[in-house]
Nanobody, 125 residues
Framework: QVQLVESGGGLVQAGGSLRLSCAASGRTFSSYVMGWFRQAPGKEREFVAA???????YYADSVKGRFTISRDNAKNTVYLQMNSLKPEDTAVYYC???????????????????WGQGTQVTVSS
């Protein structure tokens, strides 16, 4: 069982930055695939970024070059550094985890077993 707690959301102007954190419980954090997803009002949950145990990273095209996912296994924490934020990045951001996801399905929310409660990110224009 893994519990995930996100933090770091808030209100920021377009062009600004935020760093989200996701603290995970569990002794085998380093072996989990960690992902960030987001959901805007009236829209489906969408993939943002993911990082494997090997630290290989994957990004949605819409955030590539602006967002960076990283992990600190000693702290059981995964981060999402978000730069050059746009109003269309406004959403609730969720952290997710799973023990075994193959690369071809790493962008699919249904592949993740564990989810945090979400943190709101609002980007004003």
């Amino acid at each position: 069982q893994v519990q995930l707690v996100e933090s770091g959301g808030g209100l920021v102007q377009a062009g600004g930055s935020l760093r989200l954190s996701c603290a995970a419980s569990g002794r085998t954090f380093s072996s989990y695939v960690m992902g960030w997803f987001r959901q805007a009002p009236g829209k489906e949950r969408e993939f943002v970024a993911a990082i494997r145990w090997s630290s290989n990273t994957y990004y949605a095209d819409s955030v590539k070059g602006r967002f960076t996912i990283s992990r600190d296994n000693a702290k059981n924490t995964v981060y999402l550094q978000m730069n050059s934020l746009k109003p269309e990045d406004t959403a609730v951001y969720y952290c997710a985890a799973d023990r075994a996801i193959i690369v071809s399905t790493i962008r699919l929310p249904n592949e993740y077993d564990y989810w945090g409660q979400g943190t709101q990110v609002t980007v004003s224009s």
